[in-house]
């Protein structure tokens, strides 16, 4: 059988809201189980905020990195092993793969050696707290696994295999989840930073376990290339090759390098302007230092609850970038349109009820969640704001990717970046602001980058919006399922209180909006079919008399 054949024979990509439905279980099975090991090891005596202030510092400057040497690097190498292996070129499409990890592996082990060698320094300049460099210096060796992994991934998704990415994902956050409360249970009666560096510490193993599990199937899975196969690149130099991928990862590269400088920028911000603006009230340095990552903690606690709504709605921003570009190559700007709108339509529909119960439960759930260091409430109602712009930016950007418009939301988060940081500065070191400062800055952040960028989106592509229906109908459905909870929950704690009302009040509300949704018919027949087993949900909603058959 020949090469052209094989890539004939080659099952058919998965729907676009099936695609969506795969990547959503891998990022919430992902999220879960990064908030069960931060659970854990949040509550365990003598961690708590400050634990975890040390913790998520040393990993903010470690993602940094992991962005700049990693992120991006899935979707461009896939795009162009998928190139490749369309035309039959399957050897072309191994050479891609072999120079880039060739070069992304040596990026990311100049990168490695960096950190680790410079964590003292960084360490001191960016948090004026020495003692996270130990966090710091055991992650350094995962960035070029992480790196090597990434590749992989990149050349699996170009074959079509999406199993080695979704499994790869899981497999480590799993091991992360077991291996952390392990080793900081392990670590129990030493000083925050030395209990918060062990639990780093099984990030590293568990991604280079991940990264032996990815050799494995490649070995079993890589294109069987023809010695006798001719390349119609096989004249290109390798530098040539590298500059194709170069040229399409910079611009995803900034995006993602940005996006992830804004937590930094709280994490740093936050430690300083603390330190400076309750510098009289805790004379003793060490003191003061404590205090800060105790309020960088919470910070962290918080990043790790809005993360996990914004994580399932990624999935949207990640199936838009071929649904688009497939749409717009075949200039079909009317599929183009339709998934662009539905999409953020669907994202305002799964993010708002997350918002409006992170208002209506703050304490509660951080009580339920956070037994041992339930601090942070007010932060957590605050941040829920900016969580609703930051799902609709996650999404629009993926249209603008496959719109080829891969700068615009570089330039929106970078804008957004510079407002954040000068307003952080500000308002944090305000001792009657201090971390709401961080809350404020962010809405102003992510507001700035969504007008950006959705004005930039308007203009490339219709957004057939109708505001009463996608818009005003969702927030009154979010609204009111936020009230009722909230009284749900006050009734609750006279019965039974505790986790269980919490509980109960979490269930009732997502069952309340459900309702409400339906009632108000805020979902066309045609959205409808467009769920995974839409047409099964459409037949009984029919039956109940909610739509009529059509």
């Known amino acids: 059988m020949s090469n052209q054949e094989q890539v004939n024979k080659k099952p058919k990509t998965n729907s676009f809201m099936g695609n969506v439905l795969i990547l959503m279980f891998s990022h919430i099975m992902v999220k879960i189980l990064g908030l069960v090991y931060k659970f854990v090891i949040t509550n365990f005596e003598g961690f708590g905020d400050t634990g975890l202030g040390y913790y998520s510092a ?40 072999k120079i880039g990890m060739t070069f992304f592996v040596g990026i990311g082990i100049i ?6 060698f410079g964590a003292e320094y960084i360490a001191t300049a960016v948090f004026n707290v020495p003692d996270t460099k130990y966090v710091m210096q055991v ?23 999406m ?25 129990l009666g030493k000083e925050p930073y030395i209990m918060a560096a062990g639990g780093n510490l ?42 194709k991928i170069l040229v399409i990862s910079i611009p995803v590269t900034i995006s993602s390098i940005i996006s992830v400088v804004n937590p930094l920028i709280d994490s740093a911000t936050v430690s300083r302007c603390i330190q400076s603006a309750f510098a009289n009230i805790y004379p003793i340095k060490e003191q003061l230092e404590a205090f800060a990552m105790s309020k960088t903690g919470i910070l962290s606690k918080v990043d790790t609850l ?5 994580a399932i709605n990624v999935a949207f921003s990640t199936a838009l970038v071929p649904a688009i570009s497939a749409a717009i190559a075949k200039k079909d700007s009317e599929t183009a349109s339709k998934r662009m709108t539905f999409s953020l339509f669907a994202s305002l529909l799964i993010i708002l009820p997350c918002a409006a119960g992170f208002i209506s ?31 609709l930016n996650q999404t629009i950007n993926g249209g603008l990717y496959g719109l080829n418009k891969t700068y615009i939301p570089a330039i929106a988060l970078a804008v957004g970046a510079i407002i954040k940081f000068v307003l952080n500065i500000i308002l944090i070191s305000n001792p009657k602001i201090e971390i709401m400062g961080a809350g404020i800055s962010s809405i102003v952040c992510q507001v700035v980058a969504f007008l950006i960028t959705f004005i930039t989106l ?31 929950n006050m009734g609750l704690n006279n019965f039974i209180g505790g986790a269980i009302s919490t509980i109960i009040s979490i269930i009732l509300g997502a069952v309340i909006y459900a309702v409400t949704i339906l009632v108000l018919r805020i979902l066309t027949k045609e959205e409808i079919m467009m769920i995974p087993f839409g047409t099964k949900l459409y037949a009984i909603l029919v039956k109940l008399g909610i739509y009529k058959k059509s």
């Open 163 to 187: 199993k080695p990415t979704s499994y790869s994902q899981i497999i480590e956050q799993f091991f992360n989840c077991v291996l952390s409360i392990t080793f900081v249970y392990a670590l």
């Open 202 to 243: 099984s990030t590293t193993l568990a991604i280079l376990l991940t990264f032996v599990y990815l050799i494995i199937y490649y070995k079993k899975k890589k294109i069987k290339v023809n010695k006798d196969a001719v390349s119609p690149e096989q004249n290109l130099k390798a530098t040539q090759l590298l500059k």
């Open 111 to 116: 990168l490695s050696f960096g950190l680790f």
């Open 361 to 391: 439960l703050a304490q509660p759930i951080l009580n339920l969640i956070y037994p041992s260091a339930n601090n942070g409430a007010e932060v957590l109602m605050i941040f829920s704001i900016p969580m609703i712009f930051i799902a």
């Open 58 to 97: 040393g990993y903010q400057i470690y993602s940094v990195l992991l962005a700049l040497s990693s992120i991006g690097i899935p979707s461009v190498i896939s795009k162009l092993v998928s190139e490749r292996t369309a035309t039959g070129d399957e050897k072309g499409a191994q050479r891609i793969f």
């Open 458 to 488: 308007k203009k490339h592509i219709k957004i057939k919006f109708k505001v009463g229906r996608m818009i005003i109908a969702p927030i009154f459905a979010a609204t009111f399922m936020g009230v009722c909870t909230y009284f749900i």
């Open 139 to 161: 992650l350094a060796p995962a960035i070029a696994f992480v790196s090597a992994s990434a590749v992989f991934r990149g050349y699996f998704a170009g074959l079509n295999d």
């Open 306 to 310: 809005v993360n996990l709504p914004t």
